[in-house]
Structures are given as structure tokens and as C-alpha cells.
């Protein structure tokens, strides 16, 4: 299992920016794709963006509710994904957290990611 951890989150002013990064470490041979996932309270972790980590697909997929205002990139030399978050909303205030899969489906459901990092809060104020 890869060892997933995220660094960028805090607090923010609704309409800024934040950029959140994931490192990972231990078997990251294995991934064939990493993302974003969040969590609001009270409600279902739900995806956000995932990006192919291989030399070979580099393919990106965006949650409807994010797709023109995020963006996830990857440095694949420092085993890195970052989520450029732009045009911060209050509804964007989450815990979010860092995923890997050996799965090349691109999927959005949380249970076709193998390893979960701890989480970094994000909160947008109004």
C-alpha cells in the first residue's frame, strides 16, 4: 500500500486560490492513477479529480462541480499530484484527501482506491 500525504490546505476567502499537494512514497510503482476526494460535514465523501500517474497515460477526469475551476497536475519525478483549487466557493469547505489506485478506470467511486491519505481541511469563507 502507498503511503499518501497532503500538504496546502487552510482558509480562504471565497473567489481565492489554494493549491494542495500529495506526496507519495512506498510501492508507488504499483499506481497507475491519483486523485482527490472530499468530505464535507455530514454529508458522503465525494471525487473530485484524478490524474494517470504513468509514463504513459496522463489522463485527467474533474468532478461536474469543479471541472472549470480546479485543476490536478502531476510531478511524476517527485511522485507528486497537486489540485490548483481557483474561484474558491464556501460550498468547496471540505476535508480533502489524497487517493491512489492500480486501477486505470478513472473511477469517482471511493471504493476503487486502494490507499487514502490523512486529509488537509480546507475552509472557504464567505
Known amino acids: 500500500q502507498v503511503s499518501l500525504v497532503e500538504s496546502g490546505g487552510g482558509l480562504v476567502q471565497a473567489g481565492g486560490s489554494l493549491r494542495l499537494s500529495c506526496v507519495a512514497s512506498?510501492?508507488?510503482?504499483?499506481?497507475?492513477?491519483m486523485g482527490w476526494f472530499r468530505q464535507a460535514p455530514g454529508k458522503e465523501r465525494e471525487f473530485v479529480a484524478v490524474?494517470?500517474?504513468?509514463?504513459?497515460?496522463?489522463?485527467?477526469s474533474y468532478s461536474d462541480s469543479v471541472k472549470d475551476r480546479f485543476t490536478i497536475s502531476r510531478d511524476s519525478a517527485k511522485n507528486t499530484v497537486y489540485l490548483q483549487m481557483n474561484r474558491l466557493k464556501p460550498k468547496d469547505t471540505a476535508t480533502y484527501y489524497c487517493?491512489?489506485?492500480?486501477?486505470?478506470?478513472?473511477?469517482?467511486?471511493?471504493?476503487?482506491?486502494?490507499?487514502w491519505g490523512q486529509g488537509t481541511q480546507v475552509t472557504v469563507s464567505t
Open positions: 490524474i494517470g500517474v504513468t509514463w504513459t497515460d496522463g489522463k485527467r
Open positions: 512506498g510501492g508507488t510503482f504499483t499506481m497507475h492513477a
Open positions: 487517493v491512489a489506485t492500480r486501477r486505470n478506470n478513472y473511477s469517482q467511486k471511493k471504493q476503487d482506491y486502494d490507499s
